[in-house]
């Protein structure tokens, strides 16, 4: 069965410091992973993809299939940056299996 | 600009009636879904459609139904609820095809006395 884990549910780092949010995953088949992010108020919206390899407002977040992980980093956090965040995994095509979240608290 | 609306953003129910929730994408969007959204828990999939008439279990499927007669509109029914399914209901919607990017609604927050 697939999974997603994100161990920490509460991330708090001050401003500059460089930030890592981590996720684990299972799954039999081959993954397809995303992060989400939920700004206070807002809506729940898509941050990156690992497909795309890029960098989407300073976080990257890079596959790491033998450790099964996805762990989303940011070298400077900035407060903007304050907010949960969700990992995801794809399964059995267009399903979606979404982690606990982790929010993250930048601190000035 | 993609939307994704739904009918209500708080509700409040009483135990044992039947409740509809509604979401409507304008975006002709094939793929649409409802997630309970829970803390310390995360999203979880309740149904998922991808096609007009057609629709999937998701993980948590148990006390609820859906319905989607046309592309643009996924109802969630609650035939009897119950106070343990006071929760944040969030509608997506995503293309088909390999962009799997969801669009989220703005959650309708359901409390069940």
């Known amino acids: 069965a697939q999974r997603v884990t994100q161990p920490e549910k509460l991330l708090s780092v001050f401003k500059g410091a460089p930030v890592e949010l981590k996720c684990n995953y299972s799954?039999?088949?081959?993954?397809?992973l995303f992060w989400y992010v939920q700004y206070s108020r807002q809506r729940l919206q898509l941050l990156l993809r690992h497909i795309s390899r890029e960098s989407i407002k300073g976080f990257t977040a890079d596959l790491n299939k033998g450790e099964t992980s996805f762990h989303l980093k940011k070298p400077f956090a900035q407060e903007e940056d304050s907010a949960m965040y969700y990992c995801a995994l794809m399964y059995n095509f267009n399903k979606f299996y979404f982690g606990s979240g982790t929010k993250l608290n930048v601190k000035p | 600009d993609v939307k994704v609306t739904q009918s209500s953003r708080y509700l409040v129910k009483r135990t044992g009636e039947k409740v509809f929730l509604e979401c409507v994408q304008d975006m002709d969007h094939e793929n649409m879904f409802w997630y309970r959204q829970d803390p310390g828990l995360g999203l979880r999939l309740i149904y998922f459609?991808?096609?007009?008439?057609?629709?999937e279990k998701g993980d948590i499927p148990e006390g609820y139904s859906v319905s989607r007669e046309k592309k643009e509109r996924f109802s969630l029914i609650l035939e009897s609820a119950s106070t343990n399914q006071t929760s944040m209901y969030l509608c997506?919607?995503?293309?088909?095809?390999?962009?799997?990017?969801?669009?989220f609604g703005p959650g309708t927050r359901l409390t069940v006395t």
């Open positions: 459609s991808y096609d007009v008439k057609m629709k």
């Open positions: 799954y039999s088949g081959s993954p397809e």
């Open positions: 997506a919607s995503s293309p088909a095809g390999t962009d799997y990017e969801q669009y």
